[in-house]
């Protein structure tokens, strides 16, 4: 039976390590108020993609089918729901943590047909029936993230009296996990470094990654088959909609991070009378003109503040890393260690790419600045081991990697139309680059299978998210959270999806702060909002602003925790 410290540290690594959008590892080869209607109401009015729920419907003979199939299956599993026991030693989860496998179909519109299973995990409300509000449902984004170890949270303070009111659930979306894993590449054929990455590329070198990314979409389709169009928002937003039903809850109650933010939008879109509570944490911008090539690109010069603001702090602790006194002369230290890596890779698998996805994380997460900061300077004295430590493959991830990049691939590019041309990639990412270096490119390559997709993959068109009409009114409160400095899920996109929302969605912003992933023991103004809120259905206004969460202190390099914490960056969620 898993400690207590234990299960908290695993809660604790897994919502550090998840909450997150694209991350782009080189490689060759996202007015007051008062209490929410707690009501209950059978009724569906479930929109349309492209239509506002409430509006008339104008849905394909296709999608009307999976819509369907939806609600039969969401009926089947409501009669006869999944039964909970222990989890499978794979997934590290010992009692009370519960788990279940949820059979929806591959297809929406055969109900009957191909099934597929989704892994399901579930600790129950420790409050007791009186306290109990239902089930709460947690995506930590990706796509390509798991959420099976949320239950874990349980534990941590800051969850406490959520976690007495609810039963916290999390899942493997499908294509993740043990959740029907689709993988496009065998890992063990994938480079193990080091990999070397040019800062500007050539022609030459564009063109090599133009024939990987090809080849990459060729292997989804083929290691796919058939399976392949079903990896979409659209079928996750059905998955989800059946897991509620298969919980024995009429309305959702969600917590959604990053891509995990867009999948609820589109569910409380699809399904607005079957929406309780829902926290959006680092939302991703749902205007459809912008799924999903316009808010990568968007990425880039959030992520070049985000790398400025990594640098500045190292700046005010030159005393400590002596990196240099003004962010640009961190530049340039950083700059020098990867001339090196370049010429000779640090420890033999530290190249440029491992360098600049290893450093991506410090403009995800600034609670690895100290990390990172000593393993430039330690690297500077002469002392390769902790950028080995922090930066090296690791093998024994390759696998659950390579599954998270062909999730993260296959729902981008079945979601939404991408420039086929590469001359339009090309324009656009030469342009940013001029401003945006740091994470232009790795970005760009990341996402290019994209502009040639399998011409089998079902292109979808984006939802309108958005409720209007009926749904409108049927939409309870919402709750979305964001920092003012995100680089992952730029802050713009908050803004936008609690217009979408409508009046009654409310905008908690941590201001001056960048860490992706605001909920869960970073800024406690931020968890009393959330916790306000899912316990009372009740918000602090339309806009409130906290402080930000303090920077982290700076580690000297002779605290030997710099060297041994490893904390492995996940390469595509």
């Given amino acids: ?341 370049a010429r000779a890779p640090a420890g033999g698998v530290v190249g440029t790419g491992e360098l600049q996805a290893a450093y991506l994380k410090a403009a995800y997460y600034d609670d690895v600045w100290p990390q990172r900061a000593a393993a430039l300077s330690a690297y500077l004295r002469g002392d390769p081991g902790p950028l080995v430590e922090q930066a090296g493959p690791d093998p024994a991830a390759a696998a659950a990697n390579e599954n998270a990049r062909a999730v993260y691939t296959a729902v981008l590019c079945n979601d939404a139309p991408w420039p086929a041309d590469w001359a339009t990639w090309d324009r656009d990412n030469t342009e940013l680059a001029r401003t945006a270096p740091f994470e232009t490119w790795p970005n760009a390559f990341l996402n290019l299978p994209c502009a040639s997709w399998p011409a089998a993959a079902r292109r979808q068109r984006p939802v309108e998210v958005g409720t209007g009409g009926a749904g409108a009114a049927a939409l309870p409160r919402t709750l979305v959270v964001a920092a003012e400095r995100d680089g992952a899920t730029p802050y713009p996109g908050a803004l936008e999806l609690q217009r979408r929302l409508g009046p009654r969605a409310s905008l908690v912003t941590e201001a001056g702060a960048g860490t992706h992933g605001v909920v869960g023991g970073r800024n406690d103004c931020v968890d009393r909002h959330v916790e306000r809120y899912l316990l009372t259905g009740d918000t602090a206004g339309r806009r409130v602003t906290c402080a930000p969460h303090p920077e982290p202190a700076p580690v000297s390099l002779d605290d030997r925790a710099a060297r041994t914490r490893r904390v492995p960056l996940p390469p595509v969620v």
């Fill in 1 to 341: 039976m898993a400690t207590t410290r234990a299960r908290r540290g695993a809660a604790a690594a897994v919502l550090s390590l998840a909450l997150c959008v694209p991350v782009a590892p080189a490689r060759a080869a996202d007015t007051p108020g008062a209490a929410a209607d707690t009501s209950a109401s059978t009724a569906d009015a479930p929109g349309t993609p492209g239509t506002p729920a409430g509006d008339p419907p104008a849905e394909s003979p296709a999608e009307r089918a999976r819509r369907l199939g939806a609600e039969t299956v969401a009926r089947r599993v409501a009669a006869h729901r999944p039964a909970f026991g222990p989890c499978p030693a794979s997934e590290g989860l010992a009692d009370p943590v519960r788990c279940a496998l949820l059979r929806v179909p591959l297809d929406y519109a055969r109900p009957d047909g191909p099934q597929i299973a989704l892994t399901v995990s579930r600790i129950a409300a420790t409050g007791g029936r009186a306290a109990r509000q239902g089930s709460l449902v947690h995506n930590p984004g990706g796509p390509g993230a798991s959420g099976m170890y949320f239950p874990l949270v349980a534990d941590l303070p800051e969850w406490r009296r959520v976690a007495a009111a609810y039963d916290l659930v999390g899942y493997a979306p499908r294509g993740v996990g043990r959740s029907a894993p689709l993988s496009c590449q065998d890992p063990a054929a994938r480079p193990q470094g080091p990999t070397q990455v040019p800062e500007r590329p050539s022609e030459a070198y564009k063109k090599e990654r133009l024939a990987a990314a090809e080849e990459y979409g060729r292997g989804c389709a083929r290691r796919a088959g058939a399976a392949l169009p079903y990896y979409t928002t659209l079928d996750n937003v059905r998955d989800l909609y059946v897991l509620r039903a298969a919980l024995g809850d009429e309305r959702l109650n969600f917590y959604g991070a990053s891509y995990g933010t867009y999948l609820g939008a589109v569910y409380a879109t699809l399904y607005p009378r079957h929406v309780r509570r829902l926290v959006f944490d680092s939302a991703v911008d749902p205007d459809p003109r912008r799924i999903w090539y316009r808010d990568n690109l968007d990425q880039s010069p959030a992520f070049e503040r985000r790398w400025a603001d990594f640098r500045a702090w190292a700046a005010r602790h030159h005393d400590v890393y002596r990196l240099g006194g003004t962010a640009e002369a961190v530049r340039a230290s950083y700059e020098k260690v990867r001339a090196r890596v």
